[in-house]
């Protein structure tokens, strides 16, 4: 799955990443806690950033003699998704889904989805963004910006 844009589902005021498929037109949207949408808004580490917290997690299992190959949102139930971070040997670890995509975007890892979450709610990328799914990152930054501004903790109580 690849990144398309970062978005505010507008009655919720909830973020939302939309995945879409690498090879195919499928997308999914994931809703994500607010705290791991900042941390996706701010993109892929870089050095000229101050580290934030989900950047010490590679280094640390680098530390540890191991390697995160990348997530997986793993189940959709009852509206949840559930994800797994997926090590060498394939050991996983579950995971909150925000968590693990904040991860997988902030170290460039691969992002996986089962088959049966995109037969069940995947939608064309094209019926969506008939002019494509890809937003400039300056633009998809400035929009959360903009929405992070505007939020308050009480639009989360639900």
């Not at 997308?27 to 949408?37: D, E, M, S």
């Not at 540890?64 to 997926?86: C, K, N, P, Q, Y």
């Not at 990328?125 to 959360?144: H, K, R, Y």
């Amino acid at each position: 799955m690849r990144v398309l844009r970062l978005v505010v589902h507008a009655p919720s005021r909830q973020p939302v990443l939309l995945l879409g498929e690498v090879d195919g037109d499928r997308c999914v949207p994931v809703f994500l806690r607010g705290p791991q949408a900042e941390v996706i808004a701010f993109g892929v580490r870089s050095d000229a950033q101050p580290p934030l917290t989900q950047d010490m997690i590679v280094p640390i299992v680098e530390g540890l003699g191991r390697r995160i190959e990348g997530v997986e949102i793993t189940e959709l139930s009852s509206g949840t998704f559930s994800a797994d971070v997926v090590f060498d040997g394939d050991t996983r670890v579950p995971a909150r889904p925000s968590d693990a995509l904040s991860l997988a975007v902030r170290d460039s890892l691969p992002i996986g989805m089962a088959e049966a979450i995109l037969d069940e709610v995947g939608q064309p990328i094209s019926a969506l963004f008939p002019d494509g799914g890809d937003s400039p990152p300056e633009e998809q930054i400035q929009e959360f910006r903009e929405f992070i501004d505007d939020v308050s903790p009480e639009d989360f109580k639900e």
